[in-house]
């Protein structure tokens, strides 16, 4: 996944862009550039490494005269990061420059093509080819020339093109990922993401796939596929710079856990009235519903987590056969399903390739779709039949937190309001089970509150070369996330197991101080934790367990412990996970990692 920027307007570009780079950075950060249109002519800087080596060698951009421009983050895909291979990339002429994110699947053919007619390449990438395709097009006008290149590729390409006819045009273009216009008063913007716009401008247009835009300091048009002009909405953004900002705490990812509570409100709060829920986009009739002989959640990563507990939930509450598929997986297993399959796909970004592909993979097969996603405008958002949002807020940290509670939420409150539709469950456990969820942001609170003791525990932990999660049923659906935490952000190994699994091979790793976080909340299978907790001390196993306030048979077992409020069972993951994610961090800080930006990851996989 990559950022891009773009600016035209009366004041200088360049430190504009670097600033909107600044609030890509998570989007990958491998290699930057910027293009500016100076005089006539194109003025290039791009480098390998973090934006600051961008900013350090133009001085903050104030080297780079112009009032247009263009600016690129990279995360890259193809060609190694280095200072040929960052964006922008140039047509050989000099009137084209290109940003990228995406990949553009025909490449080779198109950089075979070009080379035949005596284009010499510079650099390693696929975008390359749109910078001399426009050039190879640009006899007519600009338009056109973005128009006709587009229509060469194949693949996902969001473009943003710089080029030295027309005073101070840009075009931005999208396909297969998320591209915003922002409206200022006097000059124009684009950009992948909201928070690389705010600090201007809370007026924006969501591009739709096959669309793209032409923006002067006065003006932006957007035009459909076929070039002709459409209008479309102008959306009002709800939340300001300081959400987008690290808000005083030293990284993104504690400031996203400390939201946590404010988030749940914010995703549970719009769809609960009167003690009803009330799902927004979701049409389905109860013939419709009774329909529905099979669920299958597919998402990637922590999304697919949350889909492991929410299955749990579903299947308790709705008894209709739920799985969840890694969609990594789904779209290419030929998947059996038809228009009696519910697909829920469960994605923060909106954008990840592979879950992408999932929908569509199942869309052909007849399934009814519905999404829950937490950027508006996103891909997924406009693939699926129904989506919900969760109303998280952006989530810059690599590791999602508040993206994977309000994921859970989400599927928790779907599930109530599946059950209730289908007669499941009676109107005193609906009521209950409602209330409970509404008493979730508090008890999340609470769990919280236990930071000072959980960065306490990480400080005893985090020399360990290797740490096992182990629980039963949904507290096993917590684990995988919580092992997922501690790997992605620490770089410790970490492995959820099945605790009743342990005895079929995994318990002969056990030794002698082998640490093992051990969850043991969910009440009707709690005596047969307190099992597999003595099975793994009496191998010598250091135990820190996670368990609910009131409760003395875990702790008189575990070595630590950390005791959260009690709740439903099957509501308790949203506040158990809590403890895991402050574990995840306080050791990766105690083995001075970079929190935000985790070695080799991206906030959202939006290649293969
Ligand atoms: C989670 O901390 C990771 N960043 C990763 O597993 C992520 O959940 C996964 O890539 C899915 O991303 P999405 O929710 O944006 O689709």
């Known amino acids: 996944m990559c950022g891009i920027v773009g600016f035209t307007g009366s004041r200088q570009a360049a430190p504009i862009l670097l600033e909107g780079l ?9 290699s930057a550039g910027v293009a500016v249109l100076d ?5 290039l800087a791009k480098t390998r490494g973090m934006i600051k080596n961008l900013c350090e060698m133009t001085h903050d951009g104030n080297d780079i005269k112009g009032c247009v421009g263009i600016g690129h983050t990279r995360w890259a895909t193809h060609g190694v990061p280095n200072d040929i291979n960052a964006h922008p990339h140039l047509s050989c002429d000099g009137r084209f420059a290109v940003v990228h994110n995406g990949i553009i699947e025909n490449y080779a053919q198109l950089r075979d093509e070009l080379i035949a007619h005596g284009i010499e390449f510079k650099s390693d990438t696929d975008t390359e080819v749109v910078a001399h395709l426009l050039e190879y097009y640009g006899d007519e006008d600009a338009k056109t020339a973005v128009m006709k290149t587009a229509s060469r590729l194949v693949g996902s390409y969001v473009l943003g093109i710089l080029c030295t006819d027309g005073s101070g045009r840009l075009f931005a273009v999208r396909e297969s990922g998320p591209l915003i216009l922002g409206i200022g008063v006097g000059e124009n913007y684009f950009a992948s993401d909201v928070t690389a716009l705010i600090a201007h401008t809370k007026n924006v247009i969501y591009l739709d796939d096959g669309e793209f835009a032409e923006l002067t300091p006065e ?17 009002r953004v709800v939340w300001d710079v300081e959400a987008a900002e690290k808000g005083g705490y030293e990284h993104f990812m504690l400031k996203e856990i400390m939201e946590q509570p404010r988030a749940l409100k914010a995703t549970l709060e719009p769809r609960v009235k009167n003690g009803d829920i009330v799902l927004e986009n979701f049409e389905l009739s109860d013939e419709e519903l009774k329909d529905i002989d099979k669920i299958v959640i597919t ?6 987590y949350a889909g492991q507990v929410g299955r749990y939930v579903i299947e308790k509450l709705c008894r209709i056969p739920t799985q969840v598929e890694v969609a990594s997986e789904l779209r290419y297993r030929e998947p059996i399903v038809d228009h009696h399959t519910l697909l829920i ?4 970004s909106g954008e990840t390739a592979d879950t992408i592909a999932a929908i569509k993979e199942c869309k052909a097969r007849g399934a009814r779709t519905m999404a829950i996603v937490n950027v508006v405008g996103s891909t997924i958002a406009n693939l699926v039949d129904h989506v919900l949002y969760t109303w998280a807020g952006p989530e810059v940290a690599v590791a999602t937190t508040k993206g994977y509670t309000t994921q859970v939420a989400m599927l928790d409150l779907l599930a109530i309001y599946l059950a209730r539709r289908l007669g499941r469950i009676d109107d005193e456990r609906y009521a209950q089970l409602l209330t409970g969820l509404q008493e979730m942001p508090s008890k999340i609170q609470r769990a919280i509150d236990l930071n000072g003791h959980v960065q306490y525990l990480a400080e005893r932990y985090y020399s360990n070369q290797a740490i096992y999660f182990i629980g039963r049923n949904l507290d096993y659906a917590v684990c995988m996330e919580g092992a997922l935490k501690l790997k992605e952000i620490s770089y410790i190994f970490a492995e959820a197991y099945a605790a009743g699994e342990l005895k079929h091979g995994t318990i002969a790793l056990i030794d002698q101080g082998s640490p093992v976080v051990a969850l043991a909340c969910y009440e009707p299978l709690f005596d047969k934790m307190v099992s597999n907790i003595e099975e793994i001390k009496a191998r010598g196993a250091k135990v820190l367990a996670v368990a609910l306030e009131g409760d003395k048979r875990i702790i008189s077992q575990a070595d630590d412990f950390i005791l959260i409020p009690k ?10 996970i809590i403890p895991l994610q402050l574990f995840a961090y306080y050791v990766a800080k105690a083995n001075g990692c970079d ?6 990851l991206a906030k959202s996989v939006t290649v293969e």
Do not use: F, H, M, W
């Open 299 to 304: 998402a990637c990563g922590s999304a697919s």
């Open 567 to 576: 709740s439903d069972p099957l509501l308790t993951p949203i506040a158990e």
């Open 22 to 30: 600044k609030k890509l950075e998570y989007r990958g950060y491998d």
């Open 595 to 600: 929190i935000d930006k985790p070695k080799n």
């Open 219 to 235: 003006k932006i048009t957007v035009y459909d596929c076929t070039g002709t002009a459409i209008t479309k909405p102008v959306s």
């Open 39 to 43: 005089n006539g002519s194109i003025s």
């Open 345 to 348: 796909a469960v994605s923060q």
